[in-house]
C-alpha cells in the first residue's frame, strides 16, 4: 500500500470564546475579595477607568451612546461552556480559565477563614511515629483529651481506664505525645509546657529550666535579686534567662485554635421585607467605575499619533466590556440567588430542618443557563440570611430516603452534628448507634455513610471524642 501526501478541506463546528466571554467566565467566578482586588488591578492598568465617586451609575448610558457595535453579552447565557473546553483555540493556546480535568482551586478566602487541626496534625505525627501499636493506641487515646490550648487534660489513672491499660504504658505513650510539634504539647501545666519548650531549644538543665522549675511566681514578681542569690549568679544572667522563658509559648495550641476563624465575606445578602425577600448584592469594598471624561476627550484631539489613537481605542473598548461584564456578572448572580429563594423557600422561612435536596441542573434548567455556568456562580462564594452566613454550595445536596419522603444530605449532617453535640463526653456515641437514632427518626441510612459524613464534619470517631466535649 503506498504511501502519500494530500490537502483536504474539512468542515468542522468548534465554540470559541471571544475575549469579552472569557472576562465574563473569570468575573462569575471571582468572590468578593478577588473581584475587588482584580477591579483595583484594572484601573492600574486602564487609564480609560476611574472610581465613580457619584453615586450615580451612567454606564449603559454612556456604553450605548459611545460604542459602534454592541457586544452581545447574551452569549454567556447560551453558550455550551462545556462543550468549548473540550477543544483548544485553533492555535493551540490554553485559556487556563476552567482546564477541564483538573479540580477547580478553591478560592483564598477559604484559606483565610480555615485553621489547622491540632489533633489531626498530632495524629499525623503519632502515623508517621515508630512506636509500638499498643502505645500508639494509648497516644490516641491521649490525643483525643488534648484541649485546643495544646494542654492534656486528663490524669494518667483515667488514660489508663479507658485504654484498659498499665500506668506505666501510659507514661510511656505520653512522653511520645510529648515529644511532637508544638513544643510543650500535652503537657499537664504551664511549668511542665515551658520545661518541654526548654528542652527543646537543647536547654535542659540550665539556668532557664532551674528558674522555671522552682521560680516562676519569683519572674511574675521581678524578684531577680532573690533568684540571683539561690543560684549564686548575677542579676544580668538572670535577666537573661527570664528573656528566654518571656518568648515561650504559654498556649502551645494557640496557631491551632477554632477561635481564630474569620467568617467569610457575603456576596449576597437575603433579608425578608413584608413576607417577601429582598436580594441585596454585597458592594462594599469593591470600587464603582465609570469612563474616564478627560481620556474619552482625548479622542477628539486632531494631533494625537495613530499609535495613541490605537491605544486609546484598545483601552477604551477594554473599559467597556469590564462595565459589561461587571453588570452580567451581577445579574447572573441576583438571577441565581432568586432561583435558589424559590427552590429552598422553606428554609429560608423556617431553618436549616427544611432544607430540600438540589442538584445545579434543578437551577440551570429554571434559568436557561448551561449547568457548568451555575457551577461557576456558585463557586466559592456567600449568602447572608436571618439563619447565618452559607456557601452556595450548601444549598445543593443529594436526597436521602425517610418516612416523610426524600431529606438532603446537609440536613442529615446537621442532625449529625447535633447528636454528637449533646451526647455524653465521658460515653460518646459509635457511628453504628448514631446510625441507629436517625433510623428511628425516618432517616435510612448505614454505619458507613455516618462516618463518612462525620469526617466531613471534621469530627472525630469515638475514641478520640471520649471525655472531650465538643
Not at 490524669?155 to 505513650?173: F, L, R, S
Not at 477628539?300 to 490605537?310: H, I, M, N, P, R
Request: glycine residues 4%; hydrophobic residues 35%; proline residues 4%.
Amino acid at each position: 500500500m503506498a504511501l502519500e501526501q494530500k490537502t483536504e478541506l474539512r468542515l468542522t463546528q468548534k465554540l470559541a470564546l471571544t475575549p469579552q466571554l472569557q472576562l465574563q467566565l473569570k468575573l462569575l467566578q471571582l468572590p468578593q475579595l478577588e473581584l475587588s482586588q482584580f477591579i483595583e488591578l484594572q484601573l492600574m492598568e486602564n487609564p480609560m477607568l476611574e472610581i465613580d465617586e457619584e453615586t450615580e451609575n451612567n454606564h449603559e448610558k454612556e456604553i450605548s451612546e459611545e460604542i459602534e457595535e454592541p457586544i452581545a453579552v447574551d452569549k454567556l447565557e447560551k453558550i455550551m461552556i462545556d462543550e468549548y473546553f473540550a477543544e483548544r483555540a485553533d492555535d493551540g493556546r490554553d485559556l487556563g480559565y476552567f482546564t477541564p480535568g483538573i479540580e477547580e482551586k478553591p478560592s483564598f478566602e477559604l484559606f483565610y477563614s480555615t485553621t489547622s487541626d491540632l489533633w489531626e496534625y498530632l495524629l499525623w505525627q503519632l502515623r508517621l511515629s515508630k512506636a509500638s501499636d499498643e502505645i500508639r493506641a494509648v497516644a490516641e487515646i491521649i490525643i483525643g483529651n488534648i484541649d485546643e490550648d495544646g494542654y492534656l487534660k486528663a490524669t494518667e489513672e483515667e488514660i489508663a481506664k479507658i485504654a484498659d491499660t498499665n500506668i506505666e504504658t501510659v507514661k510511656k505513650a505520653i512522653k511520645l505525645v510529648q515529644e511532637f510539634d508544638p513544643p510543650g504539647v500535652g503537657a499537664r501545666d504551664i511549668k511542665e509546657c515551658l520545661i518541654l519548650q526548654i528542652k527543646a531549644l537543647d536547654l535542659g538543665n540550665t539556668l532557664v529550666q532551674f528558674v522555671v522549675e522552682e521560680h516562676l511566681e519569683d519572674i511574675r514578681k521581678k524578684k531577680y535579686e532573690t533568684i540571683a542569690k539561690k543560684f549564686n549568679v548575677s542579676i544580668d544572667e538572670v535577666i537573661k534567662a527570664v528573656k528566654i522563658i518571656e518568648k515561650l509559648e504559654p498556649r502551645p495550641g494557640r496557631n491551632f485554635s477554632k477561635a481564630q476563624v474569620n467568617i467569610p465575606v457575603p456576596d449576597v445578602y437575603v433579608n425578608k421585607v413584608e413576607g417577601e425577600y429582598q436580594i441585596i448584592l454585597n458592594d462594599e469594598g469593591i470600587p464603582k467605575l465609570r469612563l474616564s471624561k478627560l481620556y474619552r476627550e482625548l479622542f477628539t484631539e486632531k494631533d494625537l499619533s495613530s499609535d495613541e489613537k490605537k491605544y486609546l481605542k484598545e483601552k477604551f473598548k477594554n473599559a467597556i466590556e469590564l462595565l459589561r461584564s461587571i453588570e452580567q456578572r451581577n445579574r447572573t448572580i441576583y438571577r441565581v440567588t432568586e432561583s435558589l429563594i424559590k427552590f429552598q423557600r422553606e428554609f429560608f422561612d423556617k431553618g436549616v430542618s427544611y432544607l430540600k435536596p438540589l442538584n445545579l441542573k434543578d437551577v440551570a434548567s429554571d434559568l436557561g443557563l448551561h449547568e457548568s455556568t451555575i457551577s461557576r456562580v456558585t463557586s466559592n462564594k456567600y449568602l447572608a440570611c436571618e439563619h447565618g452566613v452559607f456557601n452556595f454550595r450548601f444549598f445543593f445536596s443529594n436526597a436521602l430516603p425517610s418516612n416523610h419522603g426524600s431529606v438532603s444530605t446537609t440536613f442529615v449532617k446537621e442532625l449529625i452534628q447535633k447528636i454528637i453535640n449533646e451526647e455524653n463526653p465521658a460515653n460518646p456515641l459509635s457511628d453504628q448507634e448514631i446510625s441507629d437514632m436517625l433510623k428511628k427518626q425516618g432517616i435510612d441510612i448505614a454505619r458507613r455513610t455516618v462516618a463518612k459524613y462525620r469526617e466531613e464534619l471534621k469530627i472525630p470517631p469515638k475514641s478520640l471524642r471520649k471525655l472531650k466535649n465538643y
